[in-house]
């Protein structure tokens, strides 16, 4: 099925967003559309607006010109409950201001199912406990988060996040603190929640992981998108070279462009591959 | 489709249990309310026996007796029971709101704002005028509350709720000042009702002020109790509320601003009660963890009762001298509190 045929999930049409005491657009003139069941990775050196764009997408922030619209529908027509029914997302930095079990804290993904006062029924349970055994944390249910090492509180948020049974997945850096089996266990679970009909946006430093699982790559240079479309076309040593101001090769593996930065001192590291 | 063929897991749980367990909770605490009260019935510098308290009731008692319990113990135990239960479950909505479980119902303010009125309307001689003091209590807690709410939200658009907790604090100070200033201005008299005012006590109840602030908790407590859930998500972060679905400045702005009335309220009925607002809800949360789904009600029914019995023991331990209530609270609050603290893992 060609990607226009498919239903428009987000649609971002040139915005723009700084922050209050940014002395540029943190967001500038983006266009984005991802469309149902795509995986797409959001790529960019630190502070390239990756973040900022995933807030924008989601109504976090409001972009100051362009517009955001969900499904066709304009951004602010949205309840919030309503886009979290259809939205999860999995943000970047969390504090907990009191102590709660892992499953307690994934319970909190169906508060947009449930609102105040409806009681956690089967369906809820259920779908508490379908997330927990998808990220593998079941056996954690009753421990308190705050015991949990970065990895496994990590996963309680994806879980959480799949709690709310989303048509849709943001995730700003998923994997920051995830060793290489859980980076790519949360990796192929995103493949296997878009072949579910799941559409994913995914925040990430990690190039080549992207490059594997993605559709498609939007590469984010200084809050202007400086390539799109599928990793071949945007993985190429020129833009990679250029975006992130660093001499890289190209390889392909398991027919996916994957980067590898060179050493500073090109010549030196030629010379030590040589012996 | 995957997601929907796997089962649920035996490990996880049931909901049934969870809410079994929430409702079995919140009535031990009923019960131990309703046994505090008829214990602090028949307690008290008259030495009325039991039996006497119940025919108080049943009308075969003598006018004395009917008076004591009906008019003066009654009303103090409704009393002391709404008003703790009042704090406690601000404090609650406060460390949940703030995000900081050092929060009390007196740290943004409101009780500086409550004293500030009280001690004018004592210093400037105005106590003899019936019910003055106390709206003039009012009256310095909601224009406290409006001014701190005032300063948070120019800063920002939104309620930015560090902001919140400095403006209470700052302002807070300066009403302490207020309040140094004109006790400075005062005579002895004064001066002594001034400070006894401010150590709280419930020993002016009657069913007036207890129907009054009956009709004014009542209400309060029941949309605080309905922001459970989304104070849930609070604690998680505000960001991660709004990614869940709740209104997350709403949420803030109305749980601030009942919480608030809610203090002003209890503090122009009885006058400043320290303690009870911090440690009721802090001690449920340790002891049963902190879904607001329970910890609010569950604040509010130990509160009550806390207080109730706080004050029981404030007006017969020394009788028929009377010890200030606070004095009571944290003397017996705080190593109640160090000792859940110390049994509980490290929040």
């Known amino acids: 099925m060609s990607r226009s045929a498919r239903e428009l999930v987000f649609a971002a049409e040139g915005v723009t967003f700084r922050y209050a005491h940014g002395d540029r657009n943190a967001v500038d003139g983006v266009d984005l559309h991802v469309h149902e069941s795509e995986i797409v990775a959001l790529l960019g050196p630190n502070g390239s607006g990756k973040s900022t764009l995933l807030r924008l997408l989601v109504g976090a922030l409001r972009p100051d010109s362009g517009a955001v619209a969900l499904w066709s529908r304009p951004l602010r027509e949205w309840k919030r409950e309503a886009v979290a029914r259809r939205v999860g997302v999995v943000a970047q930095l969390e504090e907990l201001a009191f102590p709660l079990t892992t499953r307690e804290m994934v319970a909190m993904g169906r508060y947009p199912h449930l609102g105040a006062w409806r009681r956690e029924g089967a369906a809820d349970a259920a779908a508490i406990d379908r997330a927990m055994q998808r990220c593998g944390i079941s056996e954690l249910a009753r421990r308190s988060v705050l015991e949990l090492s970065g990895g496994e509180r990590q996963r309680v948020r994806v879980a959480r996040a799949l709690a709310q049974e989303p048509r849709a997945l943001l995730l700003d850096e998923p994997t920051a603190s995830l060793d290489i089996a859980h980076e790519m266990s949360l990796f192929e679970l995103l493949a296997e929640l878009r072949a579910d009909g799941v559409t994913v946006v995914v925040v990430t430093h990690n190039i080549n992981v992207a490059a594997r699982y993605a559709d498609r790559l939007v590469l984010l240079h200084r809050g202007r998108t400086a390539a799109t479309g599928t990793p071949a076309d945007v993985l190429t040593r020129a833009t990679v070279e250029e975006v992130y101001d660093w001499p890289v090769m190209i390889r392909t593996e398991d027919g996916a462009p994957q980067i590898i930065p060179r050493r500073a001192s090109g010549a030196h590291q030629g010379e030590r591959r040589r012996t | ?347």
Request: hydrophobic fraction near 65%; charged fraction near 10%.
């Open chain 2, 1 to 347: 489709m995957s997601t929907r063929a796997a089962a649920p897991r035996a490990t996880a749980p049931a909901p049934a249990h969870a809410t079994h367990r929430t409702a079995g909770r919140l009535l031990l605490l009923l019960l131990v309310a309703v046994a505090a009260a008829l214990f602090a019935l028949t307690i008290g510098a008259a030495g009325l026996p039991p039996a006497e308290v119940l025919r108080a009731f049943t009308g075969n008692a003598d006018a004395t007796t009917r008076t004591i319990v009906l008019e003066l113990r009654l009303p103090r135990i409704a009393l002391a029971f709404i008003a703790g239960g009042g704090l406690a479950l601000a404090g609650a909505v406060f460390q949940a709101v703030l995000r900081n479980p050092l929060a009390e119902p007196y740290v943004l303010g409101v009780a500086g704002g409550a004293a500030v009125g009280a001690v004018a309307a004592v210093v400037f001689g105005l106590a003899a005028v019936p019910g003055l003091v106390q709206i003039a209590a009012l009256a310095g807690a909601v224009g406290a509350m409006l001014l701190v709410l005032r300063i948070a939200l120019r800063v920002g658009r939104a309620l930015d709720t560090r902001v919140l907790l400095l403006a209470g604090v700052v302002v807070g100070a300066f009403f302490n000042a207020v309040i140094l200033l004109l006790l400075m201005m005062a005579d002895v008299e004064s001066f002594r009702s001034a400070v006894f005012w401010m150590m709280g006590s419930v020993a002016g109840a009657s069913w007036r002020t207890t129907a009054l602030l009956t009709v004014y908790v009542v209400p309060s407590v029941l949309v605080l109790l309905a922001l459970a859930r989304p104070l849930n998500l609070l604690a998680i972060g505000e960001e991660t509320a709004l990614f869940l679905g709740a209104r997350v400045e709403r949420v803030k702005l109305l749980a601030y601003l009942i919480a608030s009335l809610l203090v002003a309220a209890a503090v122009a009925a009885c006058g400043v009660i320290g303690f009870i607002g911090l440690i009721v809800p802090h001690a449920l949360r340790l002891a049963w963890g902190s879904d607001h789904r329970l910890l609010l009600p569950a604040s509010l029914l130990g509160g009550g009762t806390f207080l109730l019995l706080a004050d029981t023991a404030a007006r017969s331990i020394a009788a028929p001298a009377e010890l200030p209530v606070g004095v009571i609270t944290a003397l017996v609050g705080v190593p109640i509190f160090v000792l859940l603290l110390r049994r509980s893992p490290a929040p």
